[in-house]
């Protein structure tokens, strides 16, 4: 029905970067707010930032000021900036959408696959 495919992780360096992407493909009415999470080892997941449809942004304290979320409505995408990344930034990244199916009715709450971002000291 409605499918979050991720890409772009993948082992960097400290003070390096990174760009996650992440394209909601499938048969639906109109994708809403959008997000991405990330969970390390023996942790739970946490957001790490959100869009809404209008660009209003949301970012996690450990995150503000290196990554920067965006999206394109007319391709159904939302991108992670990531700059100055850390080795505690090391964790499997998630993208999240809620997405309206049809015009009536609220959304749902779709994930993708999860693609693993490992940061080295």
């Known amino acids: 029905q409605v499918q979050l495919v991720e890409s772009g992780g993948g082992l960097v360096q400290g003070g390096g970067s990174l760009r996650l992407s992440c394209a909601a493909s499938?048969?639906?009415?109109?994708?809403?707010?959008m997000a991405w999470y990330r969970q390390a080892p023996g942790k739970q997941r946490e957001l790490v930032a959100l869009?809404?449809?209008?660009?209003?942004?949301n970012y996690a304290d450990s995150v503000k000021g290196r990554f920067t979320i965006s999206r394109v409505n007319s391709k159904n995408t939302v991108y992670l900036q990531m700059n100055s990344l850390k080795p505690e930034d090391t964790a499997v990244y998630y993208c999240?959408?809620?997405?309206?199916?049809?015009?009536?009715?609220?959304?749902?709450?779709?994930w993708g696959q999860g693609t693993q971002v490992t940061v080295s000291s």
């Open positions: 499938g048969t639906f009415f109109r994708v809403d707010e």
């Open positions: 869009i809404t449809r209008d660009g209003s942004t």
């Open positions: 999240n959408a809620n997405v309206a199916i049809r015009w009536y009715g609220g959304p749902n709450d779709f």
